[in-house]
């Protein structure tokens, strides 16, 4: 089946640094992914729509500035986090949409981010 | 923007028994819907899903019933075990937009 591969699974980060994070769709191609991020206790939230090869799309209240998505090729999409602040702790997450069964999208096992 | 709710944030179940998790969907724009399954730490697991010329549909041991209606989506799952304890989500699509937005989530646990 479709799998989609996040790394890394956790990264601790002092304040004022940046930190990048990979999603692959190792066995699909995807035009589309997507990226949610998700406070404790809390669902996820859509953060933006990567589009490969061209700019992403951001949901309301998102910084496209802040948080830095490029989608190079259509096996790899990252999200960088900029001058990365304690509030920006959280678990990233990525989707893939392959288009097919399983609900058309794969999911990637998320990343743990905590700025201290 | 449009936001996909739930009625209620956690249930227990005894072991054995059937558990209905509910969710409520407020974009009558919205023709595809799916339930995710969240263990701690981890990313969602697809469960099933159902588009909105359906209002039924079942899987092993789930099943996903929806009302349009009311707007209504709950997921049904037969004998619960212990591993079905984890976080439950519903997502809502539509066809002109590629994204999926999920509901607030549901924490199942189950009773020995």
């Known amino acids: 089946g479709a799998v989609v591969s996040q790394h890394p699974s956790r990264v601790i980060c002092k304040s004022g640094t940046s930190v990048k994070i990979e999603c692959r769709s190792l066995?699909?191609?995807?035009?589309?992914m997507f990226w949610y991020r998700q406070f404790p206790k809390q669902s996820l939230m859509l953060m933006a729509t990567?589009?490969?090869?061209?700019?992403?799309?951001?949901e309301q209240g998102v910084e496209k500035d802040k948080f830095l998505i490029n989608h190079a090729s259509l096996t790899l999409s990252t999200l960088t986090v900029t001058s990365a602040h304690p509030e920006d702790s959280s678990f990233y997450i990525c989707?893939?949409?392959?288009?097919?069964?399983?609900?058309?999208?794969?999911f990637g096992s998320g990343t743990r981010l905590t700025v201290v | 923007g449009e936001n996909v709710g739930l009625h209620l944030p956690t249930l227990s179940v005894q072991e054995g028994d059937n558990s209905i998790i509910n969710c409520a969907y407020s974009?009558?724009?919205?023709?595809?819907f799916i339930w995710y399954k969240q263990e701690s730490g981890k990313g969602p697991q697809f469960i099933i899903d159902?588009?909105?010329?359906?209002d039924k549909r079942q899987g092993q041991r789930v099943t996903v019933l929806l009302n349009k209606t009311v707007k209504h989506l709950s997921l049904q799952i037969a004998a619960t075990q212990p591993g079905d304890s984890a976080v439950y989500f519903c997502?809502?699509?539509?066809?002109?937009?590629?994204?999926?937005?999920f509901g607030s989530g549901t924490r199942l646990s189950i009773r020995p």
């Open positions: 989707s893939a949409r392959e288009g097919k069964g399983r609900g058309g999208y794969t």
């Open positions: 066995d699909f191609q995807a035009t589309t």
């Open positions: 990567s589009n490969e090869g061209s700019k992403a799309t951001y």
């Open positions: 974009n009558s724009a919205s023709d595809y």
């Open positions: 159902i588009r909105s010329n359906m």
């Open positions: 997502a809502e699509g539509y066809s002109s937009a590629s994204k999926i937005i």
